[in-house]
């Protein structure tokens, strides 16, 4: 027998039936669209250059290019003032002839001493070694000069008079260079002896006894000195004490120049019969030291 037929109404039913039981109610990520892909984000921008304000809260100016030399300039000054820092000290802790032999091993550091000395004095109200041209220029034109220690020779080149132009190196053949307690100059030659801050070596009265062995007699000993280092308030010399070691060597103090801040100015004169003392009591000159920065 041929099994019983369904209905076909029976048989949309039981597909109903069992189409619901076996379907799965999709998920509602399924049911969404995808979602389109991220647009790439937008490329920054330049920085824009931070602009520092001033005092008064406006923008200040952006640094332009010179300033850059500007600061160049700067730090080379430096360099120099401590190499001038360095080369100073060693010439007031140094005997004169250990100065010479340093210097003469290496000739270019004299003119960066130099070059650092002019700045230095380039603050002082008043050049000492003016003061002693005029000195000069106001007495004989005939008289003949030792200019110990001359830096560029600045007496030489303001006075009529006959300069020897005497320093521990140069490249000027109008300037002796030597240790300045052994000259090549004859004895009783000339009638003035300058030393305008040149006072330097530990063994500085070496230099004042060779002015004494060149000086005429009633030739004149013209000193500039730093008055720092004749301050006995600041660890300096006795200014007394030096005059007295000054006379005992066969001199006589004329006059006394303090009215400057910065130097003191000695003027002696050298005895007809100078008669130097067997022992003298030389006080000790303070270095003349720049402070480091």
């Not at 250059?49 to 923008?59: F, L, S, V, Y």
Request: a positive charge.
């Amino acid at each position: 027998m041929e099994p019983p037929q369904e209905s076909a109404a029976g048989d949309r039913k039981r597909r109903r039936r069992g189409g619901g039981r076996n379907r799965r109610k999709p998920s509602s990520s399924s049911q969404q669209a995808p979602p389109p892909a991220a647009a790439p984000p937008p490329l920054p921008s330049p920085p824009s250059k931070r602009r520092r304000k001033d005092g008064t809260g406006q923008a200040a100016a952006t640094p332009k290019r010179g300033n850059t030399s500007s600061l160049l300039d700067k730090m080379r000054a430096r360099l120099s003032g401590g190499h001038f820092r360095m080369l100073n000290e060693k010439l007031y802790t140094c005997s004169g002839q250990d100065a010479f032999d340093y210097f003469k091993n290496d000739p270019n550091l004299f003119d960066v001493y130099h070059t650092g000395y002019r700045e230095q004095m380039s603050h002082w109200p008043e050049q000492p070694v003016n003061v002693i041209i005029n000195w000069l220029k106001r007495h004989n034109a005939s008289w003949t000069v030792a200019d110990f220690g001359c830096g560029n020779a600045a007496v030489a080149k303001n006075v009529e008079n006959k300069v020897f132009s005497i320093d521990l190196v140069s490249d000027d053949p109008s300037v002796i260079a030597c240790d300045m307690a052994h000259t090549p100059l004859d004895p009783s030659s000339v009638d003035v002896a300058i030393f305008c801050l040149s006072l330097m070596g530990t063994n500085y009265p070496s230099y004042l006894e060779e002015a004494n062995r060149v000086l005429k007699p009633s030739g004149w000993l013209v000193i500039a000195e730093v008055r720092s280092r004749l301050d006995p308030n600041n660890g300096g010399a006795d200014p007394e004490k030096f005059s007295k070691a000054i006379i005992q060597l066969g001199f006589s103090l004329v006059s006394k120049d303090e009215k400057n801040k910065m130097f003191i100015l000695f003027y002696f004169k050298k005895k007809e019969k100078s008669k130097v003392a067997k022992s003298i009591d030389w006080p000790q000159l303070k270095p003349c030291l720049y402070k480091r920065r």
